[in-house]
């Protein structure tokens, strides 16, 4: 039987108790690891929200994945699973960086900026509607060619910086550093020192754009009826092909925010792996995010937080091997992500729904 | 009833509840070894929930189960099998690409390899089928199969688990007459070996048939026991129903409109490629209902999507008001006054995890009269249309926010009913309007749709329910293997001839 759970369990409970789970299991690993488990969650408690810098950095991270779980997102809505976020966004970023390196000596640096966040939002635009497209039109399966275009995308992108965009005379496959950037929040009083930038706000406005998208428009109806029975979508006269494509499309631009925050916001320069596996775990925020604006963005503080703390944590306990801060990360995408329904038949019991 | 033997199975007392309905209400239940015993009753009746519960798909919440005199207690299908019972659903539980001898085997393998299980199982196929006259080739795939075979291998299963106890499930929903004699010969083979078998059906025609003994189910409740020698279809049909029926109502003569839909020469392929219409031609009128009657799976489904435009025809015309539309989408056909109100509610007229009031504008999602400023969706717009639609069609309960899903299904398909009929299409498509909705909303159904062909309105009724074609069309066409092989005129149709031509058997 298919039970009901009150909206507060569903959206609210459910992932406090598998946050909860998480960081239980995290506890045990750190206890096997020889370190007190309260110290290392107080650790990551003030590493990630203990001072403004750290808030910042905190944020900064977020804003990763708040465009990688959004662009998640809005593809499961139209039910794609889009494992390719990591390839869109380093599309995006050669797309950005080349309008920079471009451009970013002879316009102003406001319309430089902006053009190059349109070119990365386009390029990351393009290089998601293409596996969309196959998915529609050839039937081959988005899950497997967006995995196929990440290996693609970082290739290209290893042939360019060693090859061609490389800074003359340097030995690290890197661009020049860009003439300009977006603006640091610290610019505009935002407190501490840290690389948090325009983008936070950037992210914010498409998740209020999606929001708007997917729920209040008819066109981001269809594209839920898509998503939810794409018979359903044939009956009501909805082309599934082009809501396919288009929603692809969508979330390759949400993807290349990444790009925006860590290369036009913090690193100036077109660098390698410059999402740091953000793509994947907008999975996992998508997920605990339950695909809703509102809650993907909950879930981005979450583990933007975890990224921060995580950092810090291995700065903290020098003898807590590295690799268990990112097991304790694991275990929160495994519980919250993964495992997200684990307690969903227990609590509706529990309930009485 | 004095007996040696205890009966194979039964039920006292038997409650379940599902929310605040109650599906099972003290019902009791008596089946002897050799003997076929019919379970009637309305869809609703309570009829699935007790054969899931012997079956061990859920427990009951009061009540015992007796098998062979014991009490026990089924809380799974595997319990089920231990006891010897047995179900074949209605929706049969076959893997498709597997070889019928596979799916025979299919969760009693015999150990790490298959083959000694499959020689096994081999060997048991040619006893079953010599002993019951179950004939299917073992290594033909069920893919390939027709309906017919794929329920023999569906029995052949449920026997070589060793079942001494067979539900069947509505099995002749999907049979032609012919497949449903040989059934029911199988099923008299099987009684006189010593087997129990309960046969769920809502026929009355078959029970009176087949069976040795009936129970009938009403509103939850058990309502009656007879021996099938000794009662007749119209004592069964007023216990089923509660009271008399009225005498079947048919449509008065009507007159027909100018023609207003015309099918020319229409083939349709399936999703697997397989030509299911083949050269369907018809004419609908306004002011009239056209029937289209016929064994499910002869081709009037995929009829259906192609007209609606859902399915691009492979070749053919079709016109509204003399204009081509073939190929047009349903969106565009919606435009032109052309709805449809689909066959599988669940599949194409609603989306089971949206809110009823996001179902209620499927198909009409872009109507600027739930649009605002910037063109914008307005929920309040949308859930103020639903409630109105609700209010208006009696749908129940009228909760625009609740999920689509978890209405009845008669509740749903006034909804969606009342959604295709709101903007007074000259042309409605109606695929088994009543299938799954109970007698109170099947009434209510039907003379909405009386209604809309004395407006003036055309309706292309497409059912597989023979009652419901003579009841409402005014014009008969009888559809057998994608071909349209017979018309009849609704008011005084012969429903002996309309069962041979849905048969196929009569030119």
Redesign the interface.
């Known amino acids: ?2 039970r ?1 759970l009150p909206r507060w369990a569903d959206l609210a409970l459910l992932p406090a108790l598998n946050l909860l789970l998480a960081l239980g299991v995290s506890a045990l690993v750190v206890l096997a690891a020889g370190e007190s488990p309260a110290a290392a969650l107080q650790a990551l408690a003030i590493g990630s929200f203990g001072s403004w810098d750290s808030v910042g950095y905190t944020l900064f991270y977020a804003t990763d994945m708040a465009f990688a779980g959004l662009a998640v997102a809005i593809a499961f809505k139209c039910g794609l699973f889009n494992i390719g976020v990591e390839g869109q966004a380093a599309i995006g970023g050669l797309g950005l960086a080349l309008v920079m390196l471009g451009l970013d000596s002879t316009l102003p640096a406001a319309l430089v900026v902006i053009l190059a966040v349109a070119a990365g939002a386009l390029a990351g635009a393009a290089y998601g509607a293409i596996p969309g497209w196959l998915q529609a039109r050839r039937g081959s399966h988005v899950v497997i060619t967006t995995i196929m275009f990440n290996f693609i995308a970082a290739s290209l992108l290893v042939y360019l910086l060693v090859n061609v965009l490389i800074e003359p005379g340097q030995m690290a496959p890197e661009t020049r550093r860009f003439a300009v950037g977006l603006p640091p929040l610290s610019d505009f009083g935002f407190p501490g020192r840290s690389p948090v930038n325009l983008a936070l706000p950037l992210a914010l406005l498409a998740a209020l754009a999606v929001w ?1 998208l997917v729920w ?3 066109w981001g ?2 594209l ?2 898509v998503g ?2 794409p ?2 979508a ?6 599934q092909g082009r809501r396919i494509i288009a929603a692809m499309a969508i979330s390759g631009a949400l993807a290349a925010g990444i790009a925006v925050n860590e290369l036009l916001g913090s690193q100036d320069k077109l660098i390698l792996n410059f999402t740091g596996g953000a793509g994947f775990t907008g999975i996992a925020v998508a997920l605990m995010g339950r695909n809703h604006p509102v809650g993907v963005l909950l879930a981005a503080l979450l583990f933007g937080a975890l990224a921060q703390g995580g950092a810090e944590l291995a700065f903290e306990m020098p003898d807590l091997p590295r690799e268990t801060v990112m097991v304790v990360q694991g275990l929160v995408i495994l519980f919250t992500g993964a495992l997200g329904a684990l307690f969903r038949a227990p609590l509706s019991r529990l309930l009485g729904a | 009833m004095t007996s040696a033997a205890p009966p194979a199975i039964e039920c006292r007392g038997i409650t379940k509840r ?1 929310g605040h309905v109650l599906a099972n209400d003290a019902v009791d239940l008596v089946v002897h070894r050799g003997s076929i015993h019919g379970v009637i009753g309305e869809n609703g009746a309570g009829k699935s929930t007790l054969m899931a519960i012997l079956h061990g798909f ?1 427990p009951a919440d009061s009540g015992e189960i007796l098998v062979d005199g014991r009490k026990v207690s089924i809380d799974d299908s595997a319990d089920a099998a231990r006891l010897g019972i047995e179900m074949v659903h209605q929706h049969f539980m076959l893997v498709e690409p597997f070889r019928v001898v596979e799916n025979v085997m299919l969760g009693a393998e015999g150990g790490a390899l298959l083959k000694h299980g499959e020689a096994e199982a081999r060997a048991a196929l040619k006893r079953l089928a010599e002993e019951y006259g179950l004939a299917v080739d073992p290594d033909a795939r069920v893919e390939d199969l027709p309906v017919g075979a794929r329920q023999r291998v569906e029995i052949l299963k449920a026997l070589y688990r060793g079942a001494e106890v067979l539900i069947l499930d509505e099995p002749t929903g999907v049979l032609t007459p012919q497949e449903a004699d040989d059934l029911f010969r199988v099923l008299r083979a099987l009684r006189d070996e010593g087997k129990a078998i309960i046969l769920i059906t809502h026929k009355l025609r078959e029970v009176m048939a087949v069976t040795d003994r009936v129970s009938v189910m009403r509103g939850g409740k058990m309502v009656a026991h007879r021996e099938t020698s000794e009662t007749s279809a119209a004592e069964l049909g007023e216990l089923m129903i509660g009271r008399r029926p009225a005498a079947a109502q048919r449509p008065a003569p009507s007159a027909p409109g100018p023609e207003i839909l015309a099918v020319e020469d229409l083939r349709v392929r399936d999703n697997a490629g397989v030509e299911r219409v083949r050269g369907v031609s018809l004419a609908l009128h306004a002011g009239e209902i056209l029937g289209i009657a016929g064994v499910a799976g002869n081709g009037q489904t995929e009829l259906l999507e192609a007209v ?4 691009a025809p492979e070749s053919g015309t079709v016109r509204l008001r003399g204009e081509p539309i073939t190929g047009l ?6 435009r032109l006054g052309l709805a ?1 109100v ?1 066959e ?1 509610r669940l ?8 809110e009823a009031c ?1 179902s209620a ?3 009409y ?2 109507d600027p009269a739930w ?1 605002r400023f910037l ?3 307005s ?1 309040r717009k949308v859930e103020a249309h639903a409630a109105r639609l609700m209010r208006e069609n009696d749908v129940r309960p009228a909760l625009p926010r609740l ?1 689509s ?2 209405f009845s299904g008669g509740n749903q398909q006034k909804l969606i009913l009342a959604r295709e009929m709101e903007r007074e299409p000259d042309v409605l498509l109606v695929g088994q309007p009543t299938r799954g909705v109970d007698i109170g909303g099947i009434e209510a159904i039907h003379e909405r749709l009386r209604g809309w062909r004395r407006a003036g309105k055309a309706v292309l009724l497409v059912s597989v329910e023979l009652d419901e074609i003579l009841a409402l069309s005014d014009r008969i066409l009888v559809i057998f293997d994608g071909r349209i092989v017979g018309e009849l005129p609704g008011g005084a149709a012969d429903e002996r001839r309309l069962g041979l031509l849905m048969a196929g058997a009569a030119a």
């Not at chain 1, 044939?234 to 082309?239: L, M, P, Q, S, T």
């Not at chain 2, 989408?329 to 919606?334: F, G, K, P, S, T």
């Open positions: 039987m298919n009901e708007v209040r428009t008819p109806y269809g839920r009826v939810s029975n018979d359903a044939a009956y009501a006269g909805i082309d | 599902f859920y609606s435009g859902m399915r989408d349903a969106a565009a056909l919606r449809h689909p599988d599949r194409h007229g609603l989306i089971p995890e949206f996001e504008i499927l198909g999602h872009g649009r063109g914008l969706v929920g999920r899903s978890l």
